[in-house]
């Protein structure tokens, strides 16, 4: 349901026609590795100015959240090409959960990535907030160490995350109607462009989730992104592998 009761398609099921359609082809491949999904509860009238107009912020139990996902993109590259042709790409992203036109979606506060040749086409073609930041990632075997610092953002902060992550239980795929399902089954993000409204869209399987300890040693990502600062416990989750198609983003046309 919608936040106004209407029925909406299930994401994990998207779609057959918008974003997807031969308009659209998934033109990208790339896997995912060693990331972690952390989500914080917010109060939704502290973050929706934060959100384009075009955008409607999107709420569960009256709580909007905020997430922040390191990662790495392992092989990516153009559908087809020869690993040669591929890079890995590590990533931290800093998103909230929007709706528009009646999809569930994403909406991205900042990408960080940690090559500088991929970071500026992608964000010409998105017209995501793609930053280039020094990344470090290493499975330790018992844990995961991660840290990112860009040391420009729009706020004049430097731009930080440290963690160290590991999981701590069975892979799962979330149920439906589960917290974990909705933070995470999200196949588009839509990112302003003029007046008007960019989306792309990405296909998977389902998110194959553990259970996951995570120690923050530093966090300064929703400060150099202007945002409000969660108060609440995060909920984590850890994702070893997925492989992932991304689309051609396209402007979508007015609404009438």
């Known amino acids: 349901m919608t936040n106004d009761g209407r029925e909406r398609a299930d994401p994990a099921r998207w779609p057959v026609d918008g974003l997807s359609s ?3 082809p998934y033109v990208a491949a790339m896997t995912w590795r060693t990331g972690l999904f952390v989500h914080w509860p917010i ?3 502290a973050l929706r100015p934060h959100v384009p107009d075009q955008l409607e912020l999107e709420t569960r139990d009256g709580q909007a959240w905020l997430s922040v996902l390191p990662f790495v993109l392992a ?4 559908r087809g090409t020869p690993s040669v042709a591929r890079v890995d790409i590590t990533e931290l992203n800093v998103r909230t959960y929007i709706e528009h036109r009646g999809d569930p979606a994403l909406y991205f506060f900042s990408v960080d990535v940690d090559n500088p040749a ?3 086409p992608i964000g010409r073609a998105t017209r995501l907030p793609v930053y280039t ?3 470090s990632l290493e ?22 995350f440290v963690a160290s992550y590991r999981p701590t239980g069975d892979v799962s795929v979330p149920e439906p109607d589960s917290l974990a399902y909705w933070l995470t089954e999200r196949r588009r993000f839509y990112a302003p462009s003029g007046e008007g409204v960019m989306g792309g869209e990405i296909a998977h399987d389902p998110w194959p989730l553990q259970p996951a300890e995570a120690t923050i040693h530093e966090n300064t990502m929703f400060a150099a992104n202007g945002l409000p600062s969660p108060t609440g416990d995060p909920v984590v989750h850890y994702c070893d592998r997925l492989p992932i198609r991304g689309s051609i983003p396209r402007r979508l046309p007015d609404q009438e």
């Open 22 to 24: 031969p308009r659209a």
């Open 43 to 45: 109060d939704p009238e």
């Open 75 to 78: 092989d990516a590259g153009l």
């Open 118 to 120: 991929v970071g500026e």
């Open 133 to 135: 930041a020094r990344m």
């Open 139 to 160: 499975d330790r075997g018992d844990r995961i160490e991660f840290s990112s610092e860009r040391r420009w953002s729009k706020t004049g902060d430097p731009a930080r």
